[in-house]
């Protein structure tokens, strides 16, 4: 069984950084296109980014490029996100995923395999 963790949320003040990673146990994610997905109250989910098996292959939303970075070590079965120049919009539960699909892949419903998310605060 696949399982994923996330942490690294909290509070930080707009301006600030934080780094999200999320840990996969129960099989190598080097076979697994992996994504951060977020969801702020009384809105859908959306991709935020997501990165191929091999890294080579990006996704950024385009209210992530230039800010946020996502990369991968598959020795150590992680996933991060480097999230810079943090804005109060950007508050939401971000949650990681990873799909069997050949990535990069930004639809939610392609993904097998969900974290529990992790609480990312952004005050102005």
């Known amino acids: 069984q696949v399982q994923l963790v996330e942490s690294g949320g909290g509070l930080v003040q707009a301006g600030g950084s934080l780094r999200l990673s999320c840990a996969v146990s129960g099989r190598t994610i080097s076979v697994y296109t992996m994504g951060w997905f977020r969801q702020a109250p009384g809105k859908e989910r959306e991709c935020v980014t997501s990165i191929g098996w091999s890294g080579g292959t990006t996704y950024y939303a385009d209210s992530a490029k230039g800010r946020f970075t996502i990369s991968r070590d598959n020795a150590k079965n992680t996933v991060y996100l480097q999230m810079n120049s943090l804005k109060p919009e950007d508050t939401a539960v971000y949650y990681c995923?990873?799909?069997?699909?050949?990535?990069?892949?930004?639809?939610?419903?392609?993904?097998?395999?969900w974290g529990q998310g992790t609480q990312v605060t952004v005050s102005s």
């Open positions: 995923a990873a799909t069997r699909s050949i990535g990069p892949i930004r639809v939610a419903g392609l993904y097998d395999y």
